[in-house]
């Protein structure tokens, strides 16, 4: 059974404070990683879809790196505002049409 | 451009009835993905249709089946539900022209089934 991981489970931060989690697969069942942001209330919406090793996207104050050999990528958010609270998911696609989605970080940015 | 939308937003079943959600895609979408996410854990993939066939399942027992219509649409259907069974179901679709790997997803806001 494949896992994905995510790490932490909850955070809480400063408006302002750059924060990052994790999101570890394995390395070896890799074809595409997703990350997603889910607000409260709301639907999960698309981020980022990462395919090759040592991938960087960025999408306002948000960035994910990509290491698929060791098998984990990073999100970073720079200077976090209230808004940016919501849960953050990634998802791991090996290659097949089924998608593989880790239990996400909570992120809570107090004003 | 209407995104996912999925119906009905709540309900309340017992053990041993039978349910369907209804899911209806994004604009231009032709394939569907159904999800089921309980309390604290992301969501578990359950199957994806494509040209009105299921091209790949979770897994999921056979008390959970599928249907995807001519226009898209898709039904995911529960029967003899269990209090197990009580989660969040969320819909997404996508292009699948064989390249749904590596394109997002479109979720809707989901379906909270309780069962009692």
């Not at chain 2, 604009?27 to 999800?35: E, I, L, P």
């Not at chain 2, 992301?42 to 599928?66: T, V």
């Given at each position: 059974?494949?896992?994905?991981?995510?790490?932490?489970?909850?955070?809480?931060?400063?408006?302002?404070?750059?924060?990052?989690?994790?999101?570890?697969?394995?390395?070896?069942?890799?074809?595409?990683?997703?990350?997603?942001?889910?607000?409260?209330?709301?639907?999960?919406?698309?981020?980022?879809?990462?395919?090759?090793?040592?991938?960087?996207?960025?999408?306002?104050?948000?960035?994910?790196?990509?290491?698929?050999?060791?098998?984990?990528?990073?999100?970073?958010?720079?200077?976090?505002?209230?808004?940016?609270?919501?849960?953050?998911?990634?998802?791991?696609?090996?290659?097949?049409?089924?998608?593989?989605?880790?239990?996400?970080?909570?992120?809570?940015?107090?004003? | 451009?209407?995104?996912?939308?999925q119906s009905p937003t709540h309900l309340i079943?017992?053990?041993?009835?039978?349910v369907t959600l209804r899911?209806?895609?994004?604009?231009?979408?032709?394939?569907?993905?159904?999800?089921?996410?309980?309390?604290?854990?992301?969501?578990?993939?359950?199957?994806?249709?494509?040209?009105?066939?299921?091209?790949?399942?979770?897994?999921?027992?056979?008390?959970?089946?599928?249907?995807?219509?001519?226009?898209?649409?898709?039904?995911?259907?529960?029967?003899?539900?269990?209090?197990?069974?009580?989660?969040?179901?969320?819909?997404?679709?996508?292009?699948?022209?064989?390249?749904?790997?590596?394109?997002?997803?479109?979720?809707?806001?989901?379906t909270r089934l309780?069962?009692?």
């Amino acid at each position: 059974i494949l896992n994905v991981e995510q790490s932490p489970q909850s955070l809480h931060v400063q408006e302002g404070d750059s924060t990052n989690f994790t999101c570890s697969f394995p390395s070896s069942n890799f074809y595409a990683l997703h990350w997603y942001r889910w607000e409260t209330a709301k639907s999960p919406e698309a981020l980022f879809v990462m395919t090759l090793n040592g991938d960087e996207k960025k999408k306002g104050r948000i960035s994910a790196t990509l290491n698929t050999k060791e098998g984990y990528s990073y999100l970073y958010i720079k200077g976090s505002q209230p808004e940016d609270s919501a849960t953050y998911l990634c998802a791991l696609n090996t290659g097949g049409f089924k998608t593989i989605f880790g239990a996400g970080t909570r992120l809570f940015v107090k004003a | 451009d209407a995104g996912v939308t999925q119906s009905p937003t709540h309900l309340i079943k017992t053990r041993g009835q039978q349910v369907t959600l209804r899911c209806s895609p994004k604009s231009g979408h032709d394939t569907v993905s159904w999800y089921q996410q309980a309390l604290g854990q992301g969501p578990q993939f359950i199957f994806q249709y494509y040209e009105e066939e299921e091209r790949q399942r979770g897994n999921f027992p056979d008390r959970f089946s599928g249907h995807q219509f001519p226009n898209y649409s898709s039904e995911l259907n529960v029967n003899a539900l269990l209090l197990g069974d009580s989660a969040l179901y969320l819909c997404a679709s996508s292009l699948g022209q064989g390249v749904v790997r590596n394109q997002p997803q479109h979720f809707g806001d989901g379906t909270r089934l309780s069962i009692l």
